[in-house]
């Protein structure tokens, strides 16, 4: 069964500060892996792709990933309230599958 | 450019009943996607489709059928509903080479309660 593992949370971190959420896979091949952000009653927006070893930017988000260890992960600079919300890990290993985490609940504290 | 809608956004059946989901796109992708989410279980795919008239199940297809006879509709019908289909569905769908391979944009969702 492959799959993709996310500690449920919740967790707070204080505004301003960085947040940091964090994925396993099991499935050595997988190739591609996505961050969704999801707020509450919403459906998943995609955030961020990441297909090779090493940091990938986007404004406030870092995405990393390292296969040897099959651990992905999403920095979150300078939090605001406004980042609650439940991240969704995915990894994709080909064919049409994407593997879903059960999602890490992130409350930014005012 | 409304992207992937989803109808309707809510709806109450009772058990027994054949009640059918839509799900559109108008981005012209190849893939389109049927999951459920349900607390403790995140998403969990339903069927997909990799084109018009080409379909597969997914990790829960039991209960559920889906055509594709345009790009475009994906519709999703519970045979007979039962309880355990209460659940959020999304549709989703994405494009090889657009935006990456296999990113996946979801549609609004449409919360299903059978009584």
């Known amino acids: 069964q492959k799959e993709v593992e996310q500690n449920s949370g919740p967790l707070s971190v204080p505004e301003g500060a960085i947040a940091s959420l964090n994925c396993t896979y099991s499935?050595?091949?997988?190739?591609?892996f996505f961050w969704y952000r999801q707020y509450s009653g919403k459906s998943p927006e995609l955030i961020m792709s990441i297909y090779s070893n090493g940091d990938k930017e986007d404004g406030r988000f870092t995405a990393q990933l390292n296969k040897a260890s099959q651990y992905v992960s999403l920095l979150i600079r300078d939090s605001q309230p406004s980042d609650s919300a439940t991240y969704l890990c995915?990894?994709?290993?080909?064919?049409?599958?994407?593997?879903f985490g059960a999602g890490t609940r992130l409350f930014v504290k005012a | 450019d409304a992207g992937i809608t989803q109808s309707p956004r809510y709806k109450i059946t009772e058990t027994g009943r054949q009640v059918t989901l839509m799900c559109h796109q108008t981005w012209s992708h190849s893939y389109m996607f049927w999951y459920r989410q349900d607390l403790g279980h995140g998403l969990r795919l339903i069927y997909y489709s990799a084109a018009a008239d080409i379909t597969d199940k997914g990790e829960v297809p039991d209960g559920y059928v889906v055509s594709r006879s345009k790009t475009e509709n994906f519709p999703l019908t519970l045979e007979s509903a039962t309880r355990s289909q209460t659940s959020v569905y999304f549709c989703?769908?994405?494009?090889?080479?657009?935006?990456?391979?296999?990113?996946?944009?979801f549609g609004p969702g449409t919360r299903l309660t059978v009584t």
């Open positions: 499935d050595r091949g997988s190739q591609s």
């Open positions: 995915a990894g994709h290993t080909g064919g049409f599958k994407t593997i």
């Open positions: 989703a769908s994405s494009e090889v080479g657009v935006a990456g391979p296999y990113e996946q944009y």
